[in-house]
């Protein structure tokens, strides 16, 4: 008997220690689940709302239709907006409508236009397509043109082909520059050249160089080899190195070699050490 109430005793002290624990479980859940039904998110079991969350649940729902209906998105029922919200969406809708037509978007209803409107947009189409012609980006409709527009895209379209040419790139029509134009677009040619050969780029012809730019270009090209052989570089071309230079680097390397042994870091190769280096480094040692 005094061991079935000391079990007795036993059991209840469990479930007392456990309740906090189950409890806190508990209401972590139902905090989880509030915010899951007012994110509209399908994990939501109104059964354990209370009448307060239930109403706060329904004023979320509630805005997230109105949002929805006001950005096009879907689920979106016009049913559920009140009489002020139902006018703020039509001249929401009617705003973007119109943005849509005047972009020249496919989403544009002509239909909603006033005439006002369909006006300003049938002038902003216009203008849309003059510069499409004039930039010769995007479709291009010559034909709703003026003879005025018309003369205004070749010219347009002749100053285009100028800046190709003189930057060289793009579509160049020699046969459209005028005669300065065409000593201007030469002489950016050759300066291109130049700056191609200093800097060692592509599209170099040194047969088109001055002397002074030839020599400049030799210098560069010494200087970025230098450069590459003290760098350790595949690039770098010793053949290239002046006698002063290729001892200079020879001294630096003799220098590093010698260091990286000593301090037992870096690449060493002891057979390129003097014997008194050797004996240095071993007495260090």
């Known amino acids: 008997m005094k061991a079935t109430f000391r079990k007795c005793l036993w059991a209840q002290a469990v479930c007392l220690s456990l309740w906090p624990i189950l409890a806190f479980a508990q209401s972590g859940d139902l905090v989880q689940n509030l915010a899951d039904c007012r994110a509209g998110r399908e994990t939501c079991d109104r059964s354990k709302l209370s009448d307060s969350q239930l109403a706060e649940v329904a004023l979320a729902d509630h805005g997230r239709n109105v949002a929805n209906c006001r950005n096009g998105y879907v689920p979106c029922d016009r049913s559920k907006l009140t009489e ?114 200093q800097s060692g780029w592509d599209e170099c012809d040194h047969s088109k160089l001055t002397a002074s730019e030839a020599r400049q270009t030799a210098y560069s090209e010494h200087q970025r080899n230098l450069a590459a052989c003290k760098d350790g570089e595949e690039t770098c071309d010793y053949a290239k190195l002046s006698t002063t230079e290729a001892k200079t680097l020879a001294d630096a390397e003799h220098k590093r070699n010698y260091t990286a042994c000593l301090k037992g870091q870096g690449y060493c190769d002891p057979s390129r050490l003097t014997l008194a280096e050797a004996q240095a480094i071993h007495s260090s040692n």
């Open 84 to 197: 002020s919200e139902t006018t703020a969406l039509a001249v929401a809708d009617h705003q973007r409508n119109i943005s849509d037509c005047n972009d020249g978007m496919g989403s544009c209803d002509w239909s909603k236009l006033s005439q006002s409107e369909a006006r300003q947009v049938a002038v902003m189409g216009h203008l849309r397509n003059l510069d499409a012609c004039k930039d010769g980006v995007g479709p291009c409709n010559l034909a709703e043109l003026t003879q005025s527009e018309k003369n205004q895209v070749n010219e347009a379209r002749r100053q285009l082909s100028v800046s190709d040419c003189e930057n060289g790139t793009g579509l160049c029509d020699h046969t459209q520059l005028t005669p300065l134009e065409t000593k201007e677009v030469i002489a950016a040619e050759h300066q291109r050249n130049a700056q191609n050969c």
